[in-house]
């Protein structure tokens, strides 16, 4: 069985899937590599596309090492009968340690201390931040890191407040509608799949529903917030935004001009411990197909 290896991977995973069949890494050109692969393991660089598809007459699965779907063409796979499988649990408590992280350093605005103390500047005075017991988070998808995220967040003494179309029981969170997140939060973090309901839902309507000094991370995907409508809110009601996703892999748009923005280049999952976890859900996956 050929198993094409799209993405990088850790080499004792590679190793491990060598055993599992013939594994071609990384392949300098997809559409001819694709034609006689049985399994694809993909990150969010490769995209899984129908003309992707149409070339792979062999292919029986594609396996997602993360979460997110949206590199997939998830519908023509499943009419050409192509099973799709992630590893959803691996990256989970990462990416909520990551969402606490950014909180923290957003809220005391140990960012900007950092980079103002390598230009010479002591704005000791000047950052008076904020503690985030007693304060309000708001998550916006309550799935498995958005509920890992509220569980550490109440840990640390904050209120939680979760929306979810999909709700499940949950003894540290209230469930509210969206518009009751929007203006009780004083910190809301994004966790929602991106589908055409949740693409923009933060925008200039749903900023002005939002407290004056709100905080908000996003973690999920950058098309959930439009741009330009960020952009303002920072400006005028937001105090302040910490993104590691965007619309686009590499940004280098007009947020940068902003001081109260903390960008982090995509590192949600990449934590050691992360990526083995990954690797490991990754050999497993390819165990159970075979």
């Known amino acids: 069985m050929k198993i094409l290896v799209c993405d990088t991977i850790q080499p004792e995973v590679l190793e491990e899937l060598k055993k599992l069949g013939e594994v071609e ?19 969010s660089k490769t995209k899984v596309t129908k003309e992707v598809i149409d070339q ?15 590199s997939i063409d998830t519908n023509y796979c499943k009419e050409k009968n ?11 408590n990462t990416v909520a340690e990551l969402g606490i992280g950014l909180m923290i ?23 008076l931040g904020t503690e985030i017991q007693g304060k309000t988070l708001g998550i916006v998808g309550f799935g498995r890191i958005g509920h890992s995220l509220g569980e550490k967040a109440h840990a640390l003494g904050m209120n939680v407040l979760a929306y979810d179309p999909h709700p499940r029981e949950c003894d540290f969170a209230k469930y509210v509608e969206l518009d009751e997140l929007y ?21 200039k309507n749903s900023i ?10 996003n973690l999920a995907r950058g098309e959930l917030i439009v741009e330009e409508d960020l952009y303002q809110g920072l400006k005028d009601k937001i105090a302040g935004a910490a993104l590691d996703v965007y619309w686009g ?33 990754v050999i497993e996956a390819v165990k159970k197909f075979i």
């Open 25 to 43: 890494y990384k392949p300098e050109d997809l559409m001819n590599s694709v034609k006689d692969a049985e399994v694809m393991v993909v990150r």
């Open 56 to 70: 792979a007459s062999k292919l029986k699965a594609v396996i997602r090492a993360g979460v997110g779907l949206d």
């Open 82 to 92: 192509i099973q799709v499988i992630n590893t959803p649990h691996a990256p989970t």
């Open 105 to 127: 350093c957003l809220m005391r605005g140990a960012y900007q201390g950092h980079y103002e103390m390598k230009d010479g500047k002591w704005l000791k005075k000047e950052l």
């Open 183 to 203: 203006s009780k939060s004083d910190v809301i973090s994004l966790h929602s799949i991106l589908i055409p309901e949740t693409k923009g839902m933060i925008n």
């Open 208 to 217: 002005a529903k939002m407290n004056d000094g709100v905080f908000i991370i």
């Open 249 to 281: 892999e590499k940004y280098s748009g007009k947020l940068l001009e902003l001081d109260n923005v903390f960008f982090t280049p995509h590192i949600g999952g990449n934590s050691k411990e992360a990526q083995l976890r990954i690797g490991e859900e």
